[in-house]
Nanobody, 118 residues
Framework: QVQLVESGGGLVQAGGSLRLSCAASGSISSINAMGWYRRAPGKQRDLVATITTDGRTNYADSAKGRFTISRDNAKNTVYLQMNSLKPEDTAVYYC????????????WGQGTQVTVSS
């Protein structure tokens, strides 16, 4: 079992920056990868960025060059640094963790709101 708590969302002007945090607790040793997803108003939840335990990253095209995902294994925390924010980045951002034992299972946080004004 894994519990995820996001923080760091808020209101920012276009061109500004925010840093999201996701603190994980529970069966940390079983986590294979973590990531950030977002759901904009009227849209489905989409992948933003993922990171494996050994630090390999993957980004959506919309995030490349602007967002950076990182993790602090000692603190069991994943971060998403968001720069050059655009109004279309407005969404609820969710933290995700994938465990491989005892079987492949995904866990989700409750989400944190990011609003970018024009």
């Amino acid at each position: 079992q894994v519990q995820l708590v996001e923080s760091g969302g808020g209101l920012v002007q276009a061109g500004g920056s925010l840093r999201l945090s996701c603190a994980a607790s529970g069966s940390i040793s079983s986590i294979n990868a973590m990531g950030w997803y977002r759901r904009a108003p009227g849209k489905q939840r989409d992948l933003v960025a993922t990171i494996t335990t050994d630090g390999r990253t993957n980004y959506a095209d919309s995030a490349k060059g602007r967002f950076t995902i990182s993790r602090d294994n000692a603190k069991n925390t994943v971060y998403l640094q968001m720069n050059s924010l655009k109004p279309e980045d407005t969404a609820v951002y969710y933290c995700n963790a994938v465990l491989t034992r005892p079987r492949l299972t995904a866990y989700w946080g409750q989400g944190t709101q990011v609003t970018v004004s024009s």
